[in-house]
């Protein structure tokens, strides 16, 4: 699919790139030729290989047998990356149970109480994703919160349409209000294990979509 140019004066290429990763505009597979994409974005090569080496970094680009490419997961890889998340997330949740604030609270409350608004599937989707995001900006780690982060850019490549009106996920709105019921009450035990069952339904539902994408690719 061809990308219109854009202005590189007001987005760093990086951002660019990794949204249009992550938003779907650059497919997995697809090729990041620095020449090409220094044009479309106004800005020197530099600052495009630059951004090529982050993305790599975050694990959305891998080198290419002729050029850097958007990684494509395997079922495998995506079951590891969530092994992962749900060993770290669910201690995020304690410690976010644990060192909660009223500012933490309020902003997972507007989150979800968007998403409950919310009748647009992708929208909610997003919304699911930026609740996720406050959660591990609650637990007060940075160290975890950078990592989560990580992996969380790398699973939204799988954050397909197909997934977004999945029914199994219209219980993350519950899932969430339950996860925040515990953290509010600062019940850590209760908050670890609701987020890793949340975290590993979730799992199983990306899994069985990126397995239909491969049936019917193949």
């Avoid at 987005?11 to 620095?34: F, T, W």
């Avoid at 395997?74 to 909660?100: D, F, G, K, P, W």
């Amino acid at each position: 699919m061809a990308l219109p140019p854009q202005s590189g004066a007001d987005v760093p290429p990086y951002q660019v790139l990794r949204d249009e990763i992550v938003g779907g505009a650059l497919p997995p597979g697809a090729p990041l030729l620095e020449t090409a994409l220094a044009a479309r974005l106004g800005v020197g090569r530099a600052p495009v290989r630059e951004a090529i080496q982050r993305l790599e970094w975050d694990g959305l680009v891998v080198r290419g047998s002729r050029s850097p490419e958007v990684r494509t997961l395997t079922a495998t890889e995506v079951v590891e990356i969530y092994q992962a998340r749900i060993a770290l997330e669910s201690e995020a949740a304690a410690s976010a149970a644990a060192h909660r604030s009223a500012l933490d609270l309020a902003r997972l409350r507007h989150v979800h109480d968007e998403a409950g608004r919310s009748e647009d599937p992708d929208e909610i989707r997003a919304l699911h994703g930026r609740w996720h995001e406050v959660l591990r900006r609650a637990c007060h780690n940075r160290t975890i919160t950078d990592v989560l982060d990580r992996l969380a850019l790398q699973l939204a490549l799988y954050d397909s349409a197909d997934m977004s009106r999945n029914p199994n996920l219209d219980s993350s709105d519950d899932e969430h209000a339950e996860i925040l019921d515990a953290i509010a009450e600062g019940d850590q035990d209760r908050a670890r294990t609701l987020l890793r069952t949340h975290l590993e339904r979730t799992r199983d539902v990306r899994i069985a979509a990126l397995v239909r994408e491969e049936t019917t690719a193949g």
